[in-house]
Structure formats: structure tokens, C-alpha cells
């Protein structure tokens, strides 16, 4: 049992699209979780001697585990704004979460397991606007098993209540022991905690050189916000979610921009992209526009650099799209994606990392309670809301839309 990730290391996924060893990457809860969720598939193997987990019935269950995790975090939203809104901006704001591209394709086309910290992380939140610390440190504590990103929404939030550094120090131990307990427990073989060694990739993206030292941008925009969030003064709990949701609308929109995640990972901004839209009284309807742009463009960044996810190798790997359209399997082999042409055009990714910094600025300006308020198009405006749910939907499902006419018309 200890040995794990030895025995996982050489496994196979028995998919041709994925021949490849997948080992585990992540700390055994997750792994629990799954074997949770599988196991009436195992059972029905076991009664029936048949092969059931690539069998297009059994991916489908595997993929509905994530919908409990994302009704979890839709309730969480909820709550965490009712306590400072009134219902209808908690209803406005549950939807907006649900809406979100930045969760409707990681979850409905990708269909990868970042949710499953979600719901801890707002649990996280909701303790934290309750001052009720101890379950604020015993949620984080669990959403760092999941994912370490749960970090981005601990630090900043401990930071604007506590200023004792013993203290600060203690609760990050303290969230960490279940991280090291489950490493001890099951170690890796080449070492290291969970995925840690994905963090290297917090210091990738847009960068400045001089060919002797390079500025990694997301740290330093994340060490800025701690250390506002540190010497901010601690306020009314309504001011306060606000003030919290600024701090967390900069690193997370910052850890979208400037660094270029696994198109899985950007589903993690989206709860703080909400909270910054329900905790504004003005400019509605702009934050609305803008927040759709800033995740529609983040979305063709990652339909550009992360082209794999997006492409026949994810449709054909799930074994349900050409069985829909009445064609043969794709061959493995085969690689084509929506916007794969402009992997290599160093103009096109310019423009997108452009109009991705210009976006979030007037985000953060439109955003800041000393903003002018501008009475153009408010209050809100249900035209804008439409809008953005009928672009989420066209954009997230447009490369399924060109694999399917690239399969009929090729």
C-alpha cells in the first residue's frame, strides 16, 4: 500500500490515444477519491468479467464524479454572498460561477479534476468572513491535498486579518501537515510532495531579460499583493470581502496572464473573478464585459499554447465523438485543433498576452472602489449577462465544433 506511486509509475491507461505511462502525480487522497467514485465500475468488472473502463458508459461516469464538486462550489459561492449581499446578488453570483468559462471547459470538455478542492477552498472563505480561524486553517488545510494553488486564496486572506508573524508562520505549518502526512505515509520515489515539481511552472510565461537576469512576473505581482494584504487595516467584514476579493482577483487574473497554465488550472480564478463582480455596488455592467473578455481571451491563449487539450487526441481519447458522427476511431497519430495554426506565430501570441494586460488593468481600475462611478450602462444590464453566457458556451464548445467539420469535411 505505502508503495503507491512505485506501482503506479509503469501503468498503462489501456487507451491508444494515451500509450504513454500515466503514473500518479498527485497525493493519494485524490487517488481515494477516485477509487471512491469508480468503484461500483470495479464491482460490475469483477460481477461480469468484462473489460468496463474504457467503455464510453464507464468514461462517462468517471466524468460525472466532477458535477457534485461543482454543485459544492455553486453553494458555496451562494453563501459566502448572501452573507454580505442580498439574495439576488448571491443568485446572480452562483450563476455567474456556473456560467463561467473558465469552468465550463475544464469541467465539460476537458473534463479534468481541478474542482475537486474548489468547494474546500470557498469552505475556506466562508470560515474566514465568519472569524472563525480554526475552520478557516482546518478547510485550507484539506484544499492544499487537493491542489498547493489553494495557497493563492490562504496567504492573502491570513495576511489581511492576522499581522503577528509567529502566528502567520504557525498557520502555514499547520495547513501543511496534512500535505506531509500523506507524503511520509505514501512516498514518492524520486521524492518531493504531491506535485510540487509543477510549480517550476509558476515561472514560465512573459518575462524580462537582459541576458544576465530574468523578472519573473507573477511572483513579484503575488509578493506586491501579500504584502498590501499585510499592511491593510483591517476593517467592517463587508469592506473586508471586498478588500479580500481585490487580493484575490489580482493574483488569480495574474496567475492566468502572466504565467501560462495547464488550461485545467484557470478553473481556480474563477470563483475569485466572481467574488471581485458581486462585491462591486458600481460599474456593473463594464466589470461584466470586462470579465468576460478577460476569460475569453485567456481561453484562446490556451487554445493556442495548450492545443493538445483542445484537439483529436482529447475527443478521439474519449472514444465518443466519431461514434456520434457515425465515422471511424481518428488515428492516434493524427493531430489537428482549432487554433493549432498559431502555435508558432510569435505575432498572434504578442497580440493575445497585449490585449490579455490591457484587459485585466481596466479590470483592476473599473474594479477600485475610489473609481469614478460611471452611470453608462447601469445598473445591470441582462443583455450583458445574455451575451456573456451565449459567448461562453460558442467559445468553449468552437473547437468540438471544428473537429467535428474537420472529421465530415476533411
Request: glycine share 6%; hydrophobic share 50%.
Amino acid at each position: 500500500m505505502r508503495d503507491f506511486y512505485t506501482a503506479s509509475s509503469g501503468m498503462l491507461s489501456g487507451n491508444a490515444f494515451y500509450s504513454v505511462p500515466q503514473g500518479a502525480a498527485y497525493l493519494f487522497p485524490v487517488y481515494a477519491v477516485f477509487a471512491v467514485w469508480n468503484l461500483p465500475t470495479w464491482l460490475l468488472e469483477r460481477a461480469t468479467g468484462m473489460a468496463l473502463f474504457n467503455t464510453i458508459p464507464s468514461m462517462i461516469w468517471m466524468k460525472l464524479m466532477l458535477v457534485p464538486f461543482l454543485v459544492l462550489s455553486t453553494v458555496q459561492i451562494f453563501r459566502i454572498i448572501d452573507k454580505s449581499k442580498n439574495r439576488e446578488y448571491a443568485q446572480l453570483g452562483a450563476f455567474l460561477f456556473f456560467s463561467s468559462i473558465l469552468v465550463i471547459y475544464p469541467i465539460g470538455i476537458i473534463g479534468q479534476y481541478d474542482i475537486l478542492g474548489i468547494p474546500l477552498i470557498l469552505w475556506g472563505i466562508s470560515n474566514w468572513m465568519d472569524n472563525k480561524p480554526k475552520s478557516f486553517l482546518l478547510a485550507f488545510s484539506f484544499a492544499l491535498v487537493f491542489k498547493y494553488f489553494a495557497l493563492f486564496y490562504f496567504l492573502p486572506l491570513l495576511l489581511l486579518k492576522e499581522k503577528r508573524i509567529f502566528r502567520i508562520v504557525r498557520s502555514c505549518l499547520f495547513i501543511l501537515l496534512p500535505s506531509l502526512l500523506f507524503s511520509a505515509l505514501f512516498p514518492r520515489p524520486n521524492g518531493g510532495i504531491g506535485n510540487s515539481g509543477l510549480i517550476s511552472l509558476l515561472l514560465k510565461g512573459p518575462q524580462i531579460s537582459d541576458g544576465k537576469a530574468v523578472i519573473y512576473w507573477f511572483p513579484l505581482v503575488f509578493a506586491l499583493v501579500l504584502i498590501a494584504a499585510y499592511f491593510h487595516e483591517p476593517g467592517e467584514n463587508g469592506d473586508e470581502l471586498k478588500i479580500a476579493a481585490d487580493c484575490l482577483f489580482v493574483t488569480m487574473a495574474s496567475f492566468c496572464v502572466l504565467v501560462d497554465p495547464y488550461p485545467y488550472w484557470v478553473i481556480l480564478a474563477a470563483p475569485a473573478f466572481v467574488l471581485m463582480l458581486a462585491t462591486r455596488s458600481c460599474n456593473a455592467n463594464k466589470l461584466l464585459v470586462l470579465e468576460s473578455a478577460l476569460s475569453w481571451v485567456i481561453t484562446i491563449k490556451n487554445y493556442i499554447l495548450y492545443y493538445w487539450c483542445f484537439g483529436v487526441k482529447t475527443t478521439g481519447g474519449m472514444g465518443v465523438l466519431h461514434r456520434l458522427l457515425g465515422m471511424p476511431s481518428p488515428d492516434p497519430s493524427e493531430k489537428y485543433s482549432v487554433l493549432l495554426r498559431y502555435y508558432n506565430n510569435l505575432e498572434m501570441r504578442s497580440f493575445v498576452f497585449t490585449a490579455l494586460f490591457g484587459i485585466c488593468l481596466a479590470t483592476v481600475f473599473f474594479s477600485c472602489s475610489k473609481c469614478r462611478h460611471i452611470k453608462l450602462w447601469e445598473p445591470l444590464n441582462n443583455g450583458v449577462l445574455y451575451l456573456r453566457t451565449l459567448g461562453n458556451l460558442a467559445l468553449a464548445f468552437l473547437p468540438a465544433a471544428y473537429i467535428v467539420f474537420h472529421m465530415l469535411f476533411r
